[in-house]
């Protein structure tokens, strides 16, 4: 469900709305006279529902273009402690979040993922099991240890007493989700949102929850940002109920606690 157009629903969200469309043109522009872009870096799991919130972040401030960078989240935290210029860092893990130390501001909680097993459409290796992934004949997918979506799948795996030889180890999620999309493998180990995304082309297979593993992601905005303002209603809107929405419809549950 589209939510472009649709004003951030609370009183302060649209004060601020106004405050920073009078405002969006003074310094920092780019791509024209007047205009001001935010830069947000956030896991490669978030594309849709953080594309859609962009969208409704422009829609409330005019003369604002978000712009993502999607990736795995320690590739993101990398490119902060290097420098790169971004306004807003949000990972798929609290580890990699505390990787940039003082370079993230407020750190925020707003959502939380589990695991599950993703298989081609009509399931051709009969995969139906953790054990399964264990079978000789079975070709898997992982992410990379160093990724949250590795990490997390190490700890359903060893949970689970289940010890595999991955066919391939992807840079993110999404890489291991394209993997089972074109049958190059017969499963992967993806996260919830991520089966949701593709359910035309994957077939999601449960882990049980006594085995399962979840990881919580975090939201900052970076100590380099130029847009203060603009940077912490991003966050707002994603920890607001607009956000929880979007995410929600994408498959994300709240964060713990």
Do not use: W
């Not at 990398?78 to 130390?101: E, F, H, I, N």
């Not at 081609?120 to 995969?127: D, F, K, L």
């Not at 949701?196 to 999601?204: F, I, K, N, R, S």
């Amino acid at each position: 469900m589209s939510r472009v157009g649709v004003p951030i629903r609370t009183l302060a969200g649209a004060v601020a709305a106004l405050t920073l469309a009078a405002t969006a043109g003074c310094g920092g522009s780019s791509g024209g006279s007047g205009d001001t872009t935010l830069t947000v870096f956030a896991a490669a799991s978030l594309t849709e529902p953080f594309t859609e919130l962009g969208k409704e972040f422009e829609a409330a401030h005019p003369g604002v273009h978000v712009v993502f960078s999607f990736a795995a989240s320690s590739d993101l935290a990398a490119q902060v402690g290097q420098g790169a210029p971004a306004d807003v860092l949000a990972t798929a893990s609290t580890a990699t979040m505390q990787q940039v130390g003082s370079a993230a501001e407020d750190i925020r909680d707003f959502a939380s993922n589990r695991m599950e097993i993703a298989v081609p459409a009509g399931n051709p290796a009969r995969v139906h099991s953790l054990a399964d992934l264990a079978r000789k004949n079975v070709k898997v997918a992982l992410c990379q240890a160093q990724v949250p979506c590795g990490t997390v799948a190490a700890s359903v795996l060893q949970n689970a007493h289940v010890h595999l030889t991955p066919a391939t180890e992807e840079l993110d999620v999404r890489s291991v989700l394209t993997k089972v999309e074109l049958g190059e493998v017969d499963a992967g180990i993806v996260y919830v949102s991520d089966v949701h995304t593709a359910p035309e082309t994957v077939t999601g297979i449960p882990i049980p929850a006594d085995v399962n593993a979840v990881t919580t992601y975090p939201i900052s905005v970076l100590g380099t940002t130029k847009h203060q303002e603009l940077a912490d209603a991003f966050v707002a809107l994603v920890t607001g109920a607009d956000g929880r929405s979007a995410l929600t419809d994408a498959g994300f549950a709240a964060p713990r606690g």
